[in-house]
């Protein structure tokens, strides 16, 4: 008798973005004439840069004739894109990335989600809360966690690290031991950024408790301020003790388009039962090499096309625009009487919400007087509890136009 | 301390095509005069068609436009794909599929690694023998076996099938009961087909037994003879049973561009240790949900391509073109005297070694007296011994010369 993976059944359905979109409909048919301003889904809005488009076409050109046609390409993904990488990303920063310890793939969300495979079940693992819910709900269906607990909205077996403006968004180090640590800065949701010294706390904790930090930094092309690392690597010693994730999702506006890279340093260990030690590159890729085919070569081509100097131009109007939205709406909402955070270094603008609403009541009384939509920060984690999320990626005359209704909703 | 997930270790190094690249290369430097013929790698080697570079543009053209662009799409796939999939591949045949039946991904061997997750790790496994490696390693790295056999070059826990000239690669119906078939027909390595009432009696023993078929159908396009089922749910209730994989990379030559898709019909069940029926539909639904974040926009539009008029007559004659080249090869190895299998209704053709021969010494005998390079049988698994596997994925003038020189070898 074929048996299922019980772990699923642990999984909470996932309502949030489906019950916003049927309340948003349901709404919309009630007010036909109402112009609803959507500012709730983490999705970019601007085309493709120009550069982006010829690099796909010469890419393209190359597979239709014989000589330059590409079939299986490396399961690591190939050395032009990953040469740039290292260059453009990291020893511009002065990180030294060896060419085996990039693998591209088709997103991060991927990367994030199949990286806990290497890992035995019986690791213990921290997440930041709210949270990203890739990291958690992958964890649970390879039963890393133990039940769901309805009272207190978590997982047994899972260490939350709250973070809220109590703690200034600023994670404590857990006061047990764990193994497995899920790091996102810039971050998803809250917006919010760690100082370097406040990262380095985390690569010590991770070096004296043989733990290993998966850092996602996906959002680190939004960063303006100084002082906030680009990479987890630019903190000394994180090579021995990080995984860092990256994407050109938000990057280069490449949601669409899929494609992204994760940096497994070979220093990087973990252990057998035994304790002996076991090198990390070489468990994932093995995993890559036999769950992946690698990424479309003309994908791979466009995402080069980001590195040259008109592809770095044409992305980085692209992110200035995205952080003009992120600006009106910290000064909107301000204005409007909100405590708000994030939206220096992220596209991401996370605000709390007025005393006596829950995240959900300010859903509904946002959508009804003000027509906008964003996301209840419960969504991301019980700790996200009278918080909501907007985000940058609207035009910017949605995004001039919600935060003028929003301040006339407070009037 | 973080500890690894132990079932890696009891991988078996993947030497076969390293070792391969590493004999070939050693070959050539030491005789650098020699024009190497290769035909070992199962990769096309045609463009892409023509249509499918317009539809390419057109598409991009569409993400460079803000009115068009498009971000993320839904992890299943678009419409406009799986609308074109039900229509061309199995309404023609008379097979109802729905559209939530149909999963996109980005290759069929990602599909045939991940879908195991699904299942609990105390299922028993059965694997045809020889095989495509995906479907074991992904198995033994889950913990669903137990540890290699060096003597028997097996894992324990594992049912192997044998298929070979003895059986005429019919494999026999396990003799005791098992939960996961991993079956592919037409069959890589071996290039043989199973006639609809052999598959028959493989969709009655998993309905007596609550089994689960895993259908590895990524090679139909090739079946050029009546008889033989294009898709599994050609077979009376396999739909009952049966999870069937298949993908653009061989049948339009898409190795490099990676599309591929995956039917999981809603009235397959797997089960819970007390016995409760479960959707496997959901379950595969819920996990591309959290690890994937569907295909490429440009690559989908790409594959709606091959289902144009102008696009299958296009992709026919780049298979037609690889089935001259097997048929060239089966006549050739025949008349060279050797016993062949395969290659009617696969671009895979499957060789008994001559005796006193393994067939890695074949190889290497192939090597140097022809200069053509193949795959070792043993490669596949313990029944591979003894036979040896050349593709049709070569050029046409290569396919010929490569005829012509094993023939003078035997002379």
Redesign the interface.
């Known amino acids: 008798?074929?048996?299922?993976?019980?772990n699923?059944?642990k999984?909470q359905d996932?309502y949030l973005f489906s019950t916003i979109a049927k309340k948003v409909e349901t709404y919309q048919k009630e007010n036909p004439n109402k112009k609803i301003i959507k500012l709730g889904?983490g999705?970019?809005?601007?085309?493709?840069a120009?550069k982006i488009?010829e690099e796909?076409?010469k890419a393209?050109?190359e597979?239709?004739?014989?000589e330059t046609?590409?079939?299986?390409?490396p399961e690591q993904g190939y050395d032009f894109l990953k040469e740039k990488i290292i260059e453009m990303e990291y020893k511009k920063r002065g990180i030294e990335i060896q060419i085996d310890e990039i693998f591209i793939s088709?997103?991060a969300?991927?990367d994030t989600?199949?990286i806990q495979?290497?890992?035995?079940?019986?690791?213990i693992i921290a997440i930041t809360d709210p949270v990203y819910?890739?990291y958690l709900?992958?964890n649970i269906?390879a039963g890393r966690t133990g039940n769901y607990n309805k009272t207190t909205d978590t997982y047994e077996n899972v260490v939350y690290m709250p973070a809220n403006a109590e703690n200034n968004f600023i994670p404590e180090l857990p006061n047990k031991k764990v193994?497995?640590i899920y790091l996102c800065f810039p971050n998803n949701p809250t917006g919010t950024v760690l100082k370097k010294q406040e990262l380095k706390k985390w690569v010590e904790y991770a070096k004296n408790?043989?733990?290993?930090i998966l850092f996602d930094s996906a959002y680190e092309a939004f960063i303006t301020e100084e002082d906030i690392a680009h990479s987890i690597y630019e903190i000394e010693g994180a090579k021995d003790v990080c995984i860092e994730f990256r994407s050109f999702s938000k990057t280069a506006?490449f949601?669409?388009?899929?494609c992204a890279y994760t940096i497994v340093p070979k220093q990087l260990k973990?252990?057998?039962?035994q304790?002996e030690e076991?090198s990390?590159n070489k468990?994932w890729n093995?995993?890559q090499?036999?769950?992946?085919?690698?990424?479309?070569?003309?994908?791979q081509r466009a995402a080069q096309a980001i590195y040259t100097e008109e592809g770095q131009k044409q992305i980085k109007e692209n992110i200035n625009y995205y952080m003009e939205n992120a600006k009106i709406i910290l000064e909107g909402l301000k204005q409007a009487g909100y405590e708000v955070f994030g939206g220096k270094n992220a596209p991401y603008i996370w605000l709390k919400v007025p005393k006596n609403y829950t995240s959900w009541e300010f859903f509904d009384k946002l959508l009804e007087k003000a027509n906008v939509v964003g996301t209840p920060g419960v969504g991301f984690g019980p700790s996200g509890e009278g918080y909501f999320r907007l985000t940058a990626f609207g035009s910017r005359q949605n995004t001039v136009e919600a935060m003028q209704r929003i301040k006339n909703m407070e009037k």
Chains 1, 2 share one sequence.
Request: hydrophobic share 35%.
């Open positions: 008798m074929i048996k299922i993976n019980e699923y059944l999984l996932s889904i999705d970019v809005t601007l085309p493709l120009k488009g796909i076409d393209t050109q597979m239709l004739k014989r046609f590409k079939g299986y390409g088709d997103g969300k991927c989600a199949n495979e290497l890992f035995s079940d019986d690791n819910p890739v709900d992958t269906m193994d497995m408790n043989k733990s290993i506006g949601t669409g388009v899929r973990a252990y057998t039962k304790g076991i990390i468990l093995r995993r090499c036999t769950k992946f085919n690698g990424v479309s070569y003309i994908t």
